[in-house]
């Protein structure tokens, strides 16, 4: 079997989730166990996409919409773009695995920076491409002057993710224009903006991705898993030019976006009271966490979105597994080869207070 195996699949490492809740219940034999380890929305889901769903449910014997079209409409007015520059996915990771698929050849280069969100690694390496890792700033965000000369005649590809997963961090307006000055405009670039509800809600010079669509080739991508709280529905979307979603089209799966799930995105598009109360909340547990782990003498690194790397300064594996045995589960930073480094969604205050004592104990005991 290994033999008709395409040879570049052998090399692609499986992208591990974060421990659902039920998973570590089950191993552990624990009741009360929180989930700090995914960057999901700490409040839930809107009231209205709740409501949406049970009033969908009767429906769901039908297939969905696949052109997505009271959602394409809904979101393009909010937007204030023209229907068909809108694609919808199985989550804004489809969304990158469907430009990939589309717009990178076998032994292509694709540019990427390291430490960032695995998914565009994966998916390029299924593609067969050649990836050129780009290093950050000491400061831990993009380094758009060093990823702009690692482009060849090659590149088919760029990866920015602003903000940044890990990191958190993010690239202002003006490293963003610099980056674009001048720049090929064949050179695909992908501005995932999966946090983007949280960057814009906090700072001032967070760039807006869509101000650059006049640029051919640049594709947004954004997500209802984070601010929107719909990660367990799966539903993202991408935005670009009529011709660049145009080809996109003919690789998207039909079906891909679920009923339930355009009917919750649809309403919660109409929640601005929830999102708000959402960004709001976000950003005073945050601080609460900051002047926490200050307390504590632990490093960290301020965050635009709703999670924050921890370094812990011991093993991060270690630390990992000492917080799940207390019921707290969060993600090691091994996979993105900081070793010392762990990652925490922001929670409740309840689930925050929770973490910083467990925290505390694991870190004093190792």
């Not at 009231?47 to 969908?56: F, G, H, M, N, Y």
């Not at 051919?216 to 979307?237: D, E, H, N, P, T």
Request: proline letters at 4%.
């Amino acid at each position: 079997m290994r033999k008709r195996v395409r040879s570049n699949i052998l090399n692609v490492k499986n992208y591990v989730p974060g421990k659902p809740i039920e998973e570590v219940q089950r191993e552990l034999g624990l009741k009360d166990v929180i989930k700090l380890a995914s960057n999901e929305n700490c409040l839930g889901p809107s009231p209205k996409a709740l409501a949406a769903i049970r009033k969908s449910l009767k429906n769901i014997n039908r297939y969905p919409d696949s052109s997505c079209f009271y959602l394409r409409e809904k979101l393009a007015k909010r937007l204030k773009v023209d229907p068909v520059t809108l694609i919808f996915g199985n989550g804004s990771d489809e969304i990158i695995a469907m430009a990939v698929r589309t717009f990178v050849g076998d032994g292509d280069e694709v540019v990427i920076a390291k430490p960032t969100f695995l998914i565009y690694e994966i998916v390029s390496q299924l593609q067969n491409a050649n990836i050129k890792f780009v290093p950050l700033t000491k400061d831990l965000k993009h380094d758009l002057r060093a990823m702009r000369k690692a482009i060849t005649d090659k590149t088919s590809m760029v990866f920015i993710a602003n903000p940044d997963n890990p990191t958190g961090s993010y690239v202002s307006k003006a490293a963003l224009d610099e980056f674009f000055k001048g720049l090929r405009d064949d050179i695909i670039v992908f501005l995932d903006e999966a946090y983007s509800e949280f960057a814009k809600y906090g700072y001032n010079d967070y760039p807006d991705g869509l101000k650059y669509l006049y640029r051919a080739g640049v594709i947004v991508s954004r997500s209802f898993s984070k601010a929107y709280g719909l990660a367990g529905l799966r539903i993202g979307y991408g935005i670009s030019s009529p011709e660049t979603i145009g080809y996109m089209e003919r690789v998207r799966d039909p079906f891909n976006v679920n009923l339930l799930a355009q009917d919750a995105a649809l309403a919660s598009l109409d929640d601005k009271k929830f999102l708000n109360k959402t960004l709001g909340h976000v950003e005073a547990e945050k601080k609460f966490i900051y002047k926490s782990l200050d307390k504590l003498g632990i490093d960290f690194v301020e965050s635009a979105t709703n999670f924050i790397v921890v370094d812990v300064k011991k093993d991060s594996k270690d630390v990992y597994k000492a917080l799940m045995k207390k019921g707290v589960i969060v993600r090691d930073m091994k996979a993105w080869g900081w070793d010392t480094f762990i990652r925490v969604t922001v929670g409740t205050r309840t689930e925050n207070e929770r973490f910083i004592s467990a925290l505390k104990k694991v870190t004093d005991n190792l």
